[in-house]
């Protein structure tokens, strides 16, 4: 069935450009041909979605196979879907504007935790069971992967199963599965049983977790014979694997509106926050070789005017000086920019800058992340005050005027001599923009500092510490605004609220997962969207489901606690996350992949720089 | 160097694209096919393109006009198959010619013809409509109320007027000795999309579906939209239109005050 979607609806919202589907390199086929139907959902708008990398890869990966037929499904902004519960439209795919719920199989994309209600909220629009267990043979299989994957547990009851880690192999062999289950006319409950042996597959409802008594997880229990430990899935070799030779142009300014080249995935550093630098490792790198050829048929097949390099540390690339010599050589006569974000300030050269200066002046961001050098070393963030200092001098002697300074506030042992560290270093960039003649720099200083409040993540040496209370980070919001006096420096911080609720999410168990429920009954949704926020809510569902949040966001864990994602591998062994944690205490920094390996677990894959 | 003009249909695929993303959609159209579309010198360059009047979003057209500015020749011809082949469906390029006045698109409209689909809430037949509309253009002046950045204001719309006129859809099969009153074949389709009924919440009988065919200002100097002109009817010409569909169907250019065809060789030649 396709659903018309009228005018007057259309005319009625705002951009209805995220609803309308048709744009170039969209994918159209034949149902005739098609087997299965694999509904993309990103629970978040049409630009957040559309600006995301994985689906890109993973839409063209399933649509380059003929009896596939992937789709696109983004949350409708709140008009949009107040005039669908009026008017009877439940959520429909992009592409055909087919209704979600005839598609065979719903994957959505964990990105962040707050996006968690939207999810629930797009299940409801579908007509879909919100929870897995009321799911019959009419509905389809609901299915999650991405980053927050890796504590699925909060998702437990609504989804039916996840995917770890990253997807190019993985999702077509559920396909091939399903396919294969789809002829034989069996149960649901056959196919999950099915896809259990497939390495990465986690179906929740195949195992029992049994509390202690103070409500710590006592043990996780599989119901038959399923993995005590679910591997994450991982490509061996980023250059032999899948990547788009085209994606979709939209018609609307998305928020990533470029063609994103990813270098390598995983990250040499090891920043104890960082729950990326660890569940993505081992480092593999694309060769600049390879990464030319990319560059080049996502232009012509695109005709976009900007390339970013994408990955968690670009200046760590081994080839960047002669991967952007290419880029720039082939793409400067085309007029298309090349942007270079996520720089790290120690391996900033100006040869690099001048370089991408040549085709456009971009915005210069560092993310130096605490205030001072101790605090800096027990975060294992290897970055000095002097080597901040000289990138940005460097980079007023070249013309650039504006710098964002990224922090975080209630780090692990943060004293207020770090937060004071953060306006100290605000003031040593006004200096240093001083210093430069006049002549020299650019007109108009503008520094940003902006602090989020420090979440301990899942498979991160900080996830056994307390995130500070509200209130705590409020009051270290209030300090470093005092201490900020130049007028040159402004300062922005994030909601503690939205902060709090991430840590419960973040290292939640499988009992959060009613109140993800509550709180979208009581209406909540887009979470992440400022204006659509409503805390209260959230304490009154916690409330309601009895559930204490202190206990998940507040509480510091003994070495020894089993967390609701221990049956999870990613490789980097809980032993290692303990000793970094021990470390990050000691104030002793653990140094980079590349100069020594200090033995994580992530070579146990067999693959990347682990093996060179 | 050359600079070329064409004319353009936006369809119903891209009737919601703003005007602001449509040229970025020309642009991004032109590197994928290789068309030689010259760019500004400086910093910061950016393709040398005029486009004519921007369109609401949700109005059609079958005839947009833009001014390019070529960096290598290209025979219009073969500008308009180039194109053709890298834009996204509902943009069709269809005419096209070197413009060797210096006239710049933007600069010159005066003028743009309408095709705008109604229902009528009264039970008025079509030359009862018609009647109302005659008697609704010899008023000496029209004035409506026009929401402008500084507040609203009263307008005199009547010198914007350049001709009015009232048609029924899917009657023009009927009458095909009189061409002058065939409707756009765009208009004709949607009009027979609500009588299926295929879209959905706008369902009208046949006999409540009318075509307001217009000739109105339309640029720098003065401009009268579409939407002004339906409302202007509903307040003073005493009937109850509600615009379902509005499609532009022609943009005129001024000379010593006579109106061209955009691409009309007098406007195109040498001066």
Same mark, same amino acid.
């Given at each position: ?11 009625s919202v ?22 299965a ?45 107040? !005039? =669908?519960?009026?008017?009877?439209? $439940? ?5 055909s ?43 389809p ?5 991405g ?6 547990e ?6 039916d199963?996840?995917m ?11 396909m ?10 069996? %149960?649901r409950? %056959?196919?999950?049983?099915?896809i259990?042996?497939? /390495?990465?597959?986690?179906? +929740? ?22 993995p005590?430990?679910i ?28 063609? =994103? ?13 960082c ?13 600049p ?7 080049k ?7 976009y005017? /900007? ?33 270079l ?5 120690d391996s ?21 992340? &605490? ?26 002697g ?9 922090f975080?506030?209630?780090l692990?042992?943060?004293t ?11 003031n040593?960039?006004?200096? &240093? ?22 979440? $301990?993540?899942?498979?991160? $040496? ?7 209370? =509200? ?15 130049? !007028? ?8 503690p ?18 109140v ?21 809510n ?10 204490? +949040? &202190? ?12 967390? +609701? ?24 920094v ?5 100069? %020594? ?16 | ?17 703003s005007?602001?993303?449509m ?18 010198q ?6 040398q ?9 949700g ?12 960096a ?39 003028? *743009? ?13 079509i030359?009862?409509?018609c ?59 949607? *009009? ?12 009208s ?41 509005i ?14 065809? +955009? ?9």
């Open positions: 069935m396709t659903l018309k979607i009228s005018d007057q609806i259309l005319q705002e951009k209805p450009s995220r609803y309308i589907g048709n744009e170039w390199n969209s994918v159209h086929k034949d149902l005739k041909d098609i087997k139907r694999f509904a993309f959902c990103f629970p978040d708008v049409y630009e957040i979605g559309m600006s995301h990398l994985g689906m890109k890869i993973l839409y063209h990966l399933l649509n380059d196979q003929k009896d596939i037929y992937c789709e696109r499904v983004f949350a409708p902004w709140v008009d949009m879907e107040e !005039k =669908m519960r009026q008017n009877g439209i $439940p959520l429909f795919s992009l592409e504007h087919t209704p979600v719920k005839e598609f065979d199989i719903v994957g959505f994309t964990l990105q962040y935790e707050m996006s968690y209600t939207n999810i629930v909220n797009m299940l409801d629009l579908s007509g879909i069971p919100i929870r897995s267990a009321d799911r019959g043979k009419d509905h299989f609901v299915c999650a992967g980053p927050c994957a890796y504590n699925p909060p998702l437990a009851n609504i989804i199963f996840f770890m880690g990253e997807g190019e192999e993985i999702i077509l062999e559920v091939d599965a399903y396919m294969e289950w789809k002829d034989s006319g069996k %149960d409950t %056959d196919f999950l049983d099915r259990a042996s497939i /390495e990465g597959i986690y179906v +929740p409802a195949f195992y029992k977790v049994e509390y202690n008594a103070d409500g710590t997880i006592q043990r996780m229990v599989p119901q038959g014979n399923y005590q430990k591997k994450k899935r991982i490509i061996k070799d980023l250059n032999e694997t899948y990547f788009p030779d085209r994606i979709i142009v939209p018609f609307m300014d998305i928020v990533h509106d470029r063609i =994103m080249l990813e270098l390598f995935r995983g990250c040499i550093r090891g920043c104890r926050f729950q990326a630098g660890f569940i993505y490792r081992p480092v593999r790198e694309r060769t070789g390879k990464l030319l050829e990319y560059a048929k996502l232009q012509e097949n695109t005709g005017e /900007e390339i970013s390099l994408t990955s968690l540390s670009t200046s760590d690339f081994e080839s960047l000086g002669a991967l952007t010599e290419g880029l720039i050589e082939e793409m400067e006569p085309k007029k298309v920019n090349l942007s974000p996520s720089l790290r300030i900033f050269s100006l040869d690099l800058m001048e370089k991408a200066q040549k085709v456009r002046k971009s915005g210069l961001t560092f993310a130096p992340e &605490a205030g001072t050098q101790r605090l800096r070393d027990v975060i294992n963030k290897g970055v000095t005050e002097e080597d901040l200092i000289k990138s940005v001098t460097t980079a007023f070249g013309g650039w005027n504006g710098v964002k300074l990224y975080m506030l209630g692990p042992t943060e207020n001599e770090d937060i004071e560290g953060i306006a100290d270093l605000g040593k960039v006004v200096s &240093a923009y001083m210093s430069v003649p006049k002549e020299k720099r650019g007109k108009g200083l503008r520094v940003t500092i902006s602090t989020s409040s420090f979440v $301990p993540k899942p498979f991160t $040496p900080f996830q056994w510490e307390a995130q500070d209370t =509200m209130e705590t980070l409020k009051e270290k919001q209030l300090l470093l605004k005092s201490k900020i006096k130049s !007028k040159y420096i402004s300062y922005n911080w994030h909601d609220e939205l902060s709090f609720l991430e840590s419960v999410f973040a290292r939640g168990d499988r009992r959060v997962g009613d993800l429920i509550s709180a979208w009954e009581k209406g909540s949704r887009f979470d992440s969207w400022g204006d659509h926020f409503k805390f209260n959230w304490m009154e569902a916690f409330r309601d489901c009895g559930i204490d +949040p &202190a206990f998940y966001a507040n509480r510091k864990r003994q070495e020894g606690e089993i967390f +609701p994602w221990d049956h999870i591998d990613v490789g980097v062994t809980k032993k290692f996350l303990w000793k970094e944690n021990q470390k990050a205490h000691d104030g002793d653990t140094s980079n992949c590349r100069l %020594d390996c200090s033995g994580c677990g992530a070579a146990a894959f067999g693959g990347g720089l682990c093996h060179e | 160097m050359s600079k070329i003009r064409f004319k353009f249909t936006r369809g119903e695929q891209v009737k919601y694209i005007h602001l993303d040229m970025k959609v020309f642009e991004r159209a032109a590197r994928r096919g290789n068309l030689p579309i010259a760019y500004s400086g910093f910061n360059p950016h393709p393109m005029v486009f004519g009047l921007p369109l609401s979003v109005v059609t057209s079958e005839a947009e006009y833009a001014d390019f500015d070529l290598a020749d290209m025979k219009p011809q073969d500008f308009i198959e180039s194109y053709n082949k890298v834009l996204p469906k509902g943009f069709i390029i269809t005419d096209a010619n070197y413009n060797q006045g210096k006239n710049n698109i933007m600069a010159t409209i005066s003028k *743009a013809s309408y095709s705008i689909l109604v229902s009528s809430g009264k039970k008025d037949g030359d009862t409509i009647k109302k509309v005659e008697e609704f253009l010899s008023q000496a002046d029209i004035i409506v109320r026009k929401e402008t950045k500084s507040g609203a204001k009263d307008v005199d719309i009547k010198p914007m007027i350049h001709g009015i006129q009232v048609l029924i859809p899917g009657a023009c099969n009927e009458k095909e000795d009189k061409n002058s009153s065939c409707l756009s074949p765009f208009i004709e389709e949607y *009009a027979q999309r609500i009588l299926d009924n295929s879209v959905d919440g706008q369902c009988k046949s006999d409540h579906l009318f075509c307001v065919s217009a000739l109105l200002s339309a640029g720098s100097a003065a401009n009268l939209k579409p939407e002004l002109l339906i409302s202007a009817l509903n307040q003073t010409a005493d009937l109850e239109f509600n615009v379902l569909k499609h532009r169907t022609g943009l005129y250019v001024e000379r010593d005050r006579r109106t061209f065809d +955009p691409l009309d060789f007098e406007i195109l030649k040498v001066v």
